[in-house]
Every structure is written in structure tokens, then in C-alpha cells.
T-cell receptor, first 112, second 116 residues
């Protein structure tokens, strides 16, 4: 069974601090996605990483896919209150690529 | 484009009642999904559809039914509501962008359902 774990589960930091959240699995994924979900809204896709070792940047957010394609990280530089939300990683099922499984998420709170 | 729209936003049901959660997308995506989200549990797939007239069960289908008569609409039916169905329900549509990537999912704003 493919599972995605995320850590930490909760994170509360001051504005301007840096942080990293992690997404891990014992299974190899062909790609991983990161979504951000703001309170009362649906998740919004931030990025998809496809190649082992790949690094993608989205303004102050840096996403990395592990070399073995079993894990990914999201690093935020100089966090802003607007970064507050639930960060979810997701990956396609090996048995059915049109379906994805989601990790439980990291809930980030950035305090002004 | 409105994207994915869901109605209602909130609903309270009594045990044993039934209701239909509506979902519509205007992006002409073939794939549509229903998820439920419970605190600390991520998103669990209830049902999905790969096109009009085709539906299949996901991870947690018991107590739910779906239909897909058009590309745009994918309603979720709850029969005999139970407290265990208290959750936030999200509808999503997706397409494949190519290049070895994954299906990209677009979510609606969700329906918060309470069964008492």
C-alpha cells in the first residue's frame, strides 16, 4: 500500500523565519505534487516535481524531489502571514495514475 | 471560467436523512473526483469518474453514490446519513498536462456537512 507521511504535523513560526516541511514514503513515486489549502477553501496546486533530485522554485518557496523519488521537501524563506495554511503532498497511485493519494498535511501558522 | 463550483457550502442533516451535494466544472475536464477531508487525515477518495457515464469507487465509497450524466456535473448522493459522514467534502476535476507529470487537480471550495 502506498502511503505518504508528512512532518511536522503542526508548525507555528514568526514572520520572517525560514522553515522546511517534509513528505516521505517507503514507496517510489513517479512524481509528487504540493498543494496549499487556506482555511475554508479547497487545495490549490503549487508545483509538481517529476525527476529525482529536481529542484523547483516558486518565489520564496523551494521544492525538492529526493534522488530516490521517495520523498520531497518544501522550504519557505522569510515566511509571511499569507503563507499560513495546510500544505499537502500528493502522488499518483502506481495501479491507476489518474488517481492520487494525499498525505495528512502540515498545518503552518505564520504569526505577524 | 468559474472552475469547480460546489453547492451547498454548509448543511446540517439529521441521522437517516438523504441529500445530494452538487458539483459542476466548466474546464471540460474528463476526470472528476469526490473526496472527504477529516482533521489530520488528509483527503480520502470517495468516488471518481473518467468521463460521462463512467464512475468507479475510491477508498471510502460506503454510504455514498454518484452519477455522471454530463462532462460538467458530478453529484454525490448521501443516503441514510450517519454521524460518521460528518466531514468536509471536496469535488475536483483534473487533466493530464503531459511530459511525464501527474494529473493536476482543481478543487471546489468544499461543502461542510454535519450529521446529528
Amino acid at each position: 500500500t502506498q502511503l505518504l507521511e508528512q512532518s511536522p504535523q503542526f508548525l507555528s513560526i514568526q514572520e520572517g523565519e525560514n522553515l522546511t516541511v517534509y513528505c516521505n514514503s517507503s514507496s517510489v513515486f513517479s512524481s509528487l505534487q504540493w498543494y496549499r489549502q487556506e482555511p475554508g477553501e479547497g487545495p490549490v496546486l503549487l508545483v509538481t516535481v517529476v525527476t529525482g533530485g529536481e529542484v523547483k522554485k516558486l518565489k520564496r518557496l523551494t521544492f525538492q524531489f529526493g534522488d530516490a523519488r521517495k520523498d520531497s521537501s518544501l522550504h519557505i524563506t522569510a515566511a509571511q502571514p499569507g503563507d499560513t495554511g495546510l500544505y499537502l503532498c500528493a502522488g499518483p497511485l502506481k495501479t491507476s495514475y489518474d488517481k492520487v493519494i494525499f498525505g495528512p498535511g502540515t498545518s503552518l501558522s505564520v504569526i505577524p | 471560467n468559474a472552475g469547480v463550483t460546489q453547492t451547498p457550502k454548509f448543511r446540517i442533516l439529521k441521522i437517516g436523512q438523504s441529500m445530494t451535494l452538487q458539483c459542476t466544472q466548466d474546464m471540460n475536464h474528463n476526470y472528476m473526483y469526490w473526496y472527504r477531508q477529516d482533521p489530520g487525515m488528509g483527503l480520502k477518495l470517495i468516488y471518481y469518474s473518467v468521463g460521462a457515464g463512467i464512475t468507479d469507487k475510491g477508498e471510502v465509497p460506503n454510504g455514498y453514490n454518484v452519477s455522471r450524466s454530463t462532462t460538467e456535473d458530478f453529484p454525490l448522493r448521501l443516503e441514510l446519513a450517519a454521524p460518521s459522514q460528518t466531514s468536509v467534502y471536496f469535488c475536483a476535476s483534473s487533466y493530464y498536462p503531459g511530459g511525464g507529470s501527474s494529473y493536476e487537480q482543481y478543487f471546489g471550495p468544499g461543502t461542510r456537512l454535519t450529521v446529528t
